[in-house]
């Protein structure tokens, strides 16, 4: 190689380059995984870092940061985390809040407490009409909540003690999504404060391990709730399948694309009581379709995107309005910034093999329920 390089164990754990391979098969390193021996692109990403000679500080943290933590399923606000990469690696300037895993902006908060409020005038054995009319007035969401809330009623069906059980323990757990996903603006301070939903200190803000935030974010330990504690013992008892309920009660993830079809298809399963199932087609019946971004827009933008990464980090030419885009807010290509970017490339392409990742969002099944959000939709601040 060009400066003799050796390339070993060794040579690739003293890099910079190896810093950053978080939710990869790489982040075993390099004795679990022995295909990185094997791997071209990551040897001469290695090599050109040491071309470089001393990394620069800031350059250091935006791969611990930017790059280490970028959203393996692509965020509710596709495609602006990898964006916002780019703007840290063009302004030479380390972010301090990574918008990555588990952060969730207030809009998406108001949102949910929308049909957490439907779930839990259910529960409370109110009239659908009823929290409609609330709705209508107060809500954070402009839908039709007088036809949502009936299907909603409908839907769940026939009052049972399970299904009453499972809608508080979603109720709970949602809440608890609400209060401690931080934001730049809310550190999980803002939302359920008059909610106890388990300790604080016990645990860490999952936040806080799976991105970057410089702030301090306090953790809640929802297990320890003793009213949950109750409500799965209880659960244990009246639900067969309650090992796999309990996945789905506590996924949905308000930072995921589809966190409310993910409600959807779950208060269809309680419903049916029993968990959801992969081959289900359940009905939209919630209105959610604004709430993740359009699948069919988010393929046609990855393949863009990424042909402008590999033109830029080569310095060839690349045209359209998503090339521009990246032109623009790398600005002027230094060698510290085309290695940054192709690091970042390589890192791209083991999220979009996931099956259950960024792949379901860049290459929808043709059977998936399509968001209509557009991806240059005006995103909160």
Sequence with gaps: ???????????????????????????????????????????????????????????????????????????????????????????????????????????????????????????????????????????????????????????????TELKELLVERLIHSQRCKIKWSPWDDDLASEFGRDLFLGPIGKVR?????????????????????PRVRRLEARLAELCPDWKQMQFHTHYGWLCAPKAFRFLERLVWAIGQERPP?????????????????????????????????????????????VADDVARRLGAATPVKRWLVRLFRRKLRFYASYEEGLDRLINPRPNAARGSRSIGAQEPK
Excluded at 58 to 85: K, T
Excluded at 99 to 116: I, L, N, S
Excluded at 219 to 224: H, V, Y
Aim: charged share 25%; aromatic share 12%; proline share 6%.
């Design 205 to 225: 803000n999952p936040a806080k391990i799976h991105c970057y935030i410089e702030q301090a974010v306090p953790g809640f330990d929802e297990g320890a709730s």
């Design 1 to 159: 190689m060009g400066d003799g390089m050796q390339w070993s164990k060794a040579t690739y754990e003293a890099s910079v380059s190896s810093r950053c391979w978080w939710y990869t098969p790489y982040d075993d390193g390099w004795d679990k995984c022995p295909s990185m021996a094997e791997d071209a692109e990551l040897r001469g990403i290695v090599e050109m870092e040491r071309a470089l000679g001393d990394v620069p500080a800031w350059a250091r943290q935006i791969v611990e940061r930017s790059i280490q933590f970028a959203c393996p399923c692509g965020h509710y606000l596709f495609p602006r985390p990898y964006l916002e990469a780019l703007d840290a690696i063009g302004a030479e300037t380390p972010a301090t809040f990574v918008h990555g895993c588990f952060t969730v902006a207030r809009e998406r908060k108001r949102a949910m407490m929308d049909y957490v409020l439907c779930l839990d005038a259910w529960l409370a054995g109110a009239a659908a009409e009823d929290v409609a009319r609330e709705l209508a007035a107060l809500g954070s969401r402009r839908i039709a909540w007088d036809a949502v809330c009936a299907e909603l009623w409908r839907v769940l069906g026939e009052r």
């Design 277 to 321: 199932r992969p081959e289900d087609r359940v009905p939209g019946f919630l209105q959610i379709e604004d709430t993740h971004p359009n699948q069919d827009e988010a393929r046609e933008w990855w393949k863009a995107f990424v042909a402008a990464l590999d033109a830029w980090w080569q310095g060839q030419p690349a045209t359209g309005p």
